[in-house]
């Protein structure tokens, strides 16, 4: 709750300075226009202050929108207000600044709706081969694509190009950003596996607090089907703090 009080404190400050940039650029604007005594050289002062003040305005409705879209899927886990905030958002992103951004946020939706065709489909895209980090998103998507298919060989292959993500290096730093926990895919591919020692030692890595609420009805619902598996009166315990956090959700309330 602090983290949260903290971050919706520093976007109102954040607003509010930019509120106050804005005001301060369009007031300099005009005082320069009133003085400039040619009227060509106004209509051009005019024109690249109503530029530069269009693009500074949509480009706020754009993170409003974006913000609000993230809020319902990753805090109140609402997928389905999600996509109706996303696919506005969508058409109003005349300058495609979310293009990417979109592009991996409907991966998160559909796989929250349960949409695995949908999300197969939308795989298809070729710009999920443009860059490593899109294509860990595609790898690690198709990966619970094939676990949700149930096929143990075709998970296998992706679980290694996932693995092979996260340890090639450039220089300095990762080829593809680490934007998934790695202890979860790999706690999920042992489940699939029947390994149930190594799947339980890769839960265990994960650390709850670092996770958002999307994120923890994943490792909660994980844990379940892993006592569910041993037989551990324990499955109730964690299906029902994930029903606590995202009852919408397909993997919590489709769990049986």
């Keep these: 709750m602090f983290r949260l009080n903290k971050l919706v404190l520093g976007e109102k400050m954040r607003l509010f300075m930019m509120a106050l940039f ?24 005019i024109l690249v ?30 997928p389905d ?43 298809k895209n070729p710009a999920f081969q443009t860059s490593s980090s899109l294509k860990l998103v595609y790898n690690y ?3 619970y694509i094939q676990i949700h298919k149930n096929d143990f060989e075709k998970a ?12 090639v290096k450039t220089k300095k730093r990762y080829a593809a950003r680490p934007v998934y926990s790695l202890s979860m895919v790999s706690a999920d591919y042992y489940l699939l596996k029947g390994n149930m020692n190594k799947t339980y030692d890769f839960l265990k890595n994960v650390v709850p607090t670092s996770l958002n609420n999307r994120e923890l009805t ?13 037989k551990n009166q324990k499955e109730t315990v964690y ?17 049986k």
């Design 22 to 45: 804005l005001v301060v650029f369009i007031v300099f604007s005009v005082q320069i226009i009133l003085e400039e005594p040619v009227l060509r050289i106004q209509i051009l002062y």
């Design 49 to 78: 202050m109503l530029f530069f003040s269009f693009f500074f305005i949509i480009s706020e409705i754009l993170r409003f929108f974006y913000q609000k879209a993230t809020k319902h899927l990753v805090i109140d886990c609402k």
């Design 81 to 123: 207000q999600a996509v109706e905030v996303a696919n506005t958002l969508k058409k109003l992103d005349i300058i495609k600044g979310y293009s990417s951004s979109l592009l991996v946020f409907y991966t998160l939706i559909y796989m929250d709706q349960g949409n695995y065709e949908k999300l197969e489909e939308h795989l």
């Design 141 to 143: 998507n198709m990966f």
């Design 156 to 167: 296998t292959e992706y679980f290694k190009l996932i693995n092979d993500a996260y340890k």
């Design 218 to 230: 994943y490792y909660y619902i994980l844990f379940a089907k892993y006592y569910k598996a041993e």
């Design 239 to 255: 299906v029902n703090d994930a029903r606590e956090i995202g009852p919408e959700l397909a993997h919590v309330k489709n769990y």
